[in-house]
T-cell receptor, first 111, second 115 residues
Framework: SQQGEEDPQALSIQEGENATMNCSYK?????LQWYRQNSGRGLVHLIL?????REKHSGRLRVTLDTSKKSSSLLITASRAADTASYFC???????????FGKGTKLTVNP | NAGVMQNPRHLVRRRGQEARLRCSPM?????VYWYRQLPEEGLKFMVY????????ESGMPKERFSAEFPKEGPSILRIQQVVRGDSAAYFC?????????????FGPGTRLTVT
């Protein structure tokens, strides 16, 4: 089964609104990363948060991590049509090199 | 500094043929990872290689799939006797593995279609 599970599976909002996506995972992690994938394209790394961090910001992105609940959230503020994409969380398990991805949240931002 | 390069970007193979996917890591990166993405799914880890070594192949199917990363040249993911279920996007990532946490940089992917 997936280590990371995002919800919702799909999210549709209007331009200018905020979008929040959540990710839950099962086992202890070293860090958690969020990626964006535009339709039919490769992955773009957005932000990495370490297991000892609680919150991180990058431009319009805000990521939180709650290791006690084994969950993370990605907030995109003041969304734009160009933010339309699938967003994935990925975790690196303790001592492992490989990333384990969730199924993603498909975000649609309507102009 | 060019990013991770993959070729071909699209590959069509008939059932039973062989597929060869190539990945050139970023300059200075000696670690390569291959992932597979089925439609509407997340990426699934397949294999992790260093130059001339397979470090972790726990995600590779037991048959028909192989990977290499020679001393010179790109990493190759090889799928023999392809079947329809192999149709997917295959992504390569590379890292320098000089710092922790390890950041992986992804290529644009190869979309394999088996007819």
């Amino acid at each position: 089964s997936q280590q990371g599970e995002e919800d919702p599976q799909a999210l549709s909002i209007q331009e200018g609104e905020n979008a929040t996506m959540n990710c839950s995972y099962k086992t202890s992690i070293n860090n958690l990363q969020w990626y964006r994938q535009n339709s039919g394209r490769g992955l773009v790394h957005l932000i990495l948060i370490r297991s000892n961090e609680r919150e991180k910001h990058s431009g319009r992105l805000r990521v939180t991590l709650d290791t006690s609940k084994k969950s993370s959230s990605l907030l995109i503020t003041a969304s734009r049509a160009a933010d339309t994409a699938s967003y994935f969380c990925a975790t690196a398990l303790g001592g492992s090199e490989k990333l384990v991805f969730g199924k993603g949240t498909k975000l649609t931002v309507n102009p | 500094n060019a990013g991770v390069m993959q070729n071909p970007r699209h590959l069509v193979r008939r059932r039973g043929q062989e597929a060869r996917l190539r990945c050139s890591p970023m300059k200075g990166h000696s670690h390569v990872y291959w992932y597979r993405q089925l439609p509407e799914e997340g990426l699934k880890f397949m294999v992790y290689l260093q130059k001339e070594n397979i470090i972790d192949e726990s995600g590779m199917p037991k048959e028909r799939f192989s990977a290499e990363f020679p001393k010179e040249g790109p990493s190759i993911l090889r799928i023999q006797q392809v079947v329809r279920g192999d149709s997917a996007a295959y992504f390569c990532a590379s890292s320098p593995r000089l710092t922790q946490p390890i950041e992986q940089y992804f290529g644009p992917g190869t979309r394999l279609t088996v007819t």
